[in-house]
């Protein structure tokens, strides 16, 4: 009985630790004549608050246990956000009025905001045909970046164009034609002060520019530079030493005047 209950305790444990989202569906090709479309997000987490995001823009979010329990915000693109069901396995929703500026990279994310603190995301692109753009989108991209993180990134041009990827102006040439950026953050790729790092994606037409989307990060360690150097803290301590030393020495010349005047 005590091996049984030990495992079941073990088997619990393991299953409390499960914080995953397990399904992700977004279209990845919207029709032209299609103004409505559903998505999914499928989880198996304890979590305290689900978040769905295009690009860097939420558009709604849901908070078991509050009233209410869920809000949503525009976005580009969309018309409008109908909740379908969400629950603690799944977040099902229906975006209507879709335009081709609904193209574009959507998240889902669940986290659990109180102690333990946990997090995941899963990502999908989705493409809404109509007239074409003028400009690619460039998305998927961070405001700041730290050592080893990942940069990933996403470019929609038009279909009979080349995409061609620039970092601080100099091309990626192996992710030329490319519609995915990755590449490990370094600090030595981080330029200027305060550091930062220039990823544009450009449209090419028959060997010429035909138009190009570009966006600025941040190294995230950039506060520590503020700090006072350790020299600066040394030199003031070592001023207060000669002013000590130089008091204790005018103590003893007072003494030695006062003590001849008395002879």
């Known amino acids: ?34 103004k409505e479309i559903e998505i999914e997000c499928r989880y198996d987490a304890n979590f305290t608050l689900l978040s769905w995001f295009k690009g860097s823009h939420e558009f709604f979010r849901y908070r078991p246990g509050t009233t209410p329990s869920t809000r949503s915000f525009p976005i580009l693109g969309v ?51 109509g007239e074409g753009h003028r400009r690619p989108l460039l998305e998927g991209l961070a405001e700041e970046y730290r050592d ?3 940069i990933q990134a996403y470019c929609r041009a038009s279909p009979d164009s080349e995409i061609r990827w620039y970092i601080n102006g100099n091309e990626v040439e192996e992710m030329r034609g490319s519609v995915n ?47 006072e ?17 130089l008091s204790v020495i005018l103590d003893i010349f007072i003494g030695y005047i006062v003590l001849c005047v008395a002879l």
């Open 148 to 150: 080893g993180d990942m």
């Open 79 to 129: 018309g409008t956000i109908e909740m379908l069901a969400c629950g603690p396995s799944y977040c099902h929703l229906k975006l209507g009025s879709l335009t081709t500026e609904a193209s574009g990279l959507y998240r889902c994310d669940i986290e659990r905001d109180v102690p333990p603190y946990k997090f995941a995301t899963k990502t999908a692109h989705m493409e809404v045909h």
């Open 1 to 34: 009985m005590l091996v049984l209950a030990l495992l079941l305790t073990l088997c619990a444990a393991a299953r409390a630790r499960n914080f995953n989202i397990t399904y992700l569906h977004v279209p990845q090709v919207v029709p032209a004549h299609q």
């Open 229 to 245: 150097p350790p020299k600066a803290r040394n030199n003031s301590n070592v001023t207060n030493g000669h002013l000590g030393l």
């Open 181 to 227: 950026l990755k590449k490990k953050s370094s600090r030595y790729i981080f330029m200027g002060v305060p550091p930062k790092i220039s990823v544009q994606c450009a449209e090419f037409r028959q060997e010429r520019v035909y138009g190009s989307k570009e966006h600025k990060a941040s190294w995230s360690e950039i506060g520590q530079m503020s700090q």
